[in-house]
């Protein structure tokens, strides 16, 4: 079989997951490729998606080690058939957990026909220059690898005839999924504390980037200094889109278990391919 053309459907606050599979892509060298960003919400409440055929790469970070809860009600609305997919997640140099299997379970029950799937690295949306987590990965290993599995994927389509051909894969993960631990304590915290970045009206330029890059939408454009602590995820789009660093996550709490983090994070884990 060949792969004439490819859809990408992607969530990906601070850009690592769409690098990820743009050269997944490009090592996939179908003939048209379309990128179908779903990361600000607006998109993902749009009509549904429909795939009849074409080759999809779905593809989310890992948050808590799940599927970014933000996500899954749209994963759900995509309607399909007949379509192989190829699935991806990207994760902070952590564990990848169970994301991995809930993209895949979620993927089948919509219809898909998982053919190949990845866990790659990227540096973590709360990485910096003073603590670094993956700093600067994806890198050229990365990138080389994730484009080697596009055309991996490509070899394995020219040695079947028709999509009955394709043979099951397995991924790794649990059932049931890990409970998003640190998900539960952060909606607890948020009761008494706002864990939500911060505004530096000094170096703000009043671009209003962070409205627009916002995945739920959480910070007014009217006064960007708000951020509604119930929608806001997280996700650091904010802070890592932002052109002058006005935006800045300054809560010592949530400072203190990132110094942590980037502790049990130090030994490079590398990319997992199924096929
Ligand atoms: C809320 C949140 C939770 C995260 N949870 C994990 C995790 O469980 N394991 C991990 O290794 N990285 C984790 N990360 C890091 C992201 O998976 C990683 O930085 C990814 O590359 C971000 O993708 P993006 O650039 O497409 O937004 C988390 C990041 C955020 C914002």
């Not at 795939?51 to 809860?69: C, H, K, Q, S, W």
């Not at 099951?168 to 304590?185: A, Q, R, T, W």
Request: contains cysteine; hydrophobic residues 35%.
């Amino acid at each position: 079989m060949d792969i004439k053309s490819i859809s990408c459907v992607y969530f990906s606050p601070t850009g690592t997951t769409k690098t990820i599979i743009e050269n997944i892509a490009q090592g996939l060298q179908a003939e048209r490729v379309e990128m179908m960003d779903c990361t600000i919400r607006s998109l993902r409440e749009k009509d549904s998606l429909v795939f009849n055929n074409d080759l999809v790469i779905l593809a989310t970070p890992v948050y808590y080690g799940r599927v970014p809860e933000e996500v899954v009600p749209f994963l759900k609305t995509l309607r399909v058939q007949n379509t192989p997919v190829v699935l991806t997640v990207v994760y902070g140099n952590r564990e990848y957990e169970d994301a991995l299997i809930e993209l895949h379970d979620i993927s089948v029950e919509q219809g898909f026909i998982p053919v190949a799937a990845g866990a790659f690295i990227a540096e973590h949306s709360y990485s910096n220059p003073s603590r670094p987590i993956a700093h600067a990965r994806p890198d050229v290993d990365d990138i080389e690898k994730a484009q080697a599995f596009g055309s991996k994927i490509r070899e394995k389509f020219k040695t079947i005839d028709s999509l009955e051909d394709i043979e099951k894969i397995s991924v790794p993960g649990n059932i049931p999924y890990i409970e998003p631990e640190n998900l539960n304590m952060i909606k607890q915290v948020r009761n008494t504390l706002s864990f939500t970045p911060e505004t530096d009206k000094d170096k703000c330029i009043q671009c209003n980037l962070c409205a627009e890059v916002c995945p739920t939408q959480a910070i007014n454009p009217e006064d960007i200094s708000q951020i509604n602590k119930w929608q806001c995820i997280i996700c650091f789009a904010c802070v890592k889109n932002c052109p002058t660093e006005a935006k800045q996550m300054n809560d010592p709490h949530f400072n203190a278990a990132i110094e942590q983090l980037q502790k049990a994070c130090l030994e490079r884990k590398e990319p997992e391919m199924y096929l």
